[in-house]
C-alpha cells in the first residue's frame, strides 16, 4: 500500500487528552489520531455536502459496543449509520409514500 507518512509532535499534556478520547472508541491513541484526521480529511472532500459528524451521549454504549463486534460493523458509527438506513427505508417520510402512491 502506498501513501505520505507525517509525524507529528505533540505536548505530554496532549497526548494524555487523545488517549483519553481514544479510549472511549476502544482504540490506542495513534490510531484514534489517525482515524480522526482521515474522516477530517473525507468530510471536508465531499462537495455535496452529504457528510456530517454527528455527536450523541449513549447511554447503552457497552451493549452497542458488544452488538456491533458480534456483527463485525467496525465501529459505533458505521453501525448507527447502517440502522439509520434500514429504519429510513422501512418508514419512509409521509411526502415520499405520497410521491409512490401517485407514480
Do not use: H, W
Not at 502506498?2 to 495513534?30: C, H, N, P, W, Y
Not at 459528524?53 to 458480534?70: F, G
Amino acid at each position: 500500500m502506498g501513501g505520505k507518512r507525517i509525524s507529528i509532535v505533540i505536548s505530554d499534556e496532549q497526548f494524555s487528552a487523545l488517549e483519553k478520547m481514544a479510549e472511549e472508541q476502544g482504540l490506542r491513541a495513534t490510531a484514534f489520531a489517525k482515524s480522526e484526521l482521515v474522516k477530517m480529511v473525507l468530510a471536508n472532500g465531499a462537495a455535496d455536502g452529504d457528510r456530517k459528524k454527528i455527536l450523541l451521549d449513549v447511554t447503552n454504549y457497552r451493549e452497542l459496543s458488544d452488538y456491533m463486534e458480534c456483527k463485525k460493523f467496525g465501529s459505533i458509527g458505521s453501525f448507527a449509520t447502517f440502522a439509520m438506513e434500514q429504519y429510513m427505508t422501512k418508514y419512509p417520510a409521509k411526502a415520499k409514500k405520497k410521491e409512490e402512491l401517485e407514480n
